[in-house]
């Protein structure tokens, strides 16, 4: 079956920088396109970034020129490189592919 893991969440100061990371097995990763979404409490989870197999890329305009969706696929992983955190987008972040969602990981972003 497939099977999304994420890491690389945490608690950073405002203006800081993650990288979160996903690793999916269950697909033909080099295939599919891969999404990146969060939801921060009381609001409906929405989609941050997303990347398709030819490496054309997308981003909801709250993100763009601070995210970077990138993807490996020798390593099956897609990472969303995440600079200039603001507080409000703390979530848990979720990877996404072929309908399936990894289990999220938090992002904290206070001083």
């Known amino acids: 079956q497939v099977q999304l893991v994420e890491s690389g969440g945490g608690l950073v100061q405002p203006g800081g920088s993650l990288r979160l990371s996903c690793t999916a097995s269950g697909i033909i990763f080099s295939k599919n396109i891969m999404g990146w979404h969060r939801q921060a409490p009381g609001k409906p989870r929405e989609l941050v970034a997303s990347i398709r197999s030819s490496g054309d890329t997308n981003y909801a305009d709250s993100v763009k020129g601070r995210f970077t969706i990138s993807r490996d696929n020798a390593k099956n992983t897609v990472y969303l490189q995440m600079n200039s955190l603001k507080p409000e987008d703390t979530a848990v972040y979720y990877c996404?592919?072929?309908?399936?969602w990894g289990q999220g990981t938090q992002v904290t972003v206070s001083s």
């Open positions: 996404s592919a072929v309908g399936v």
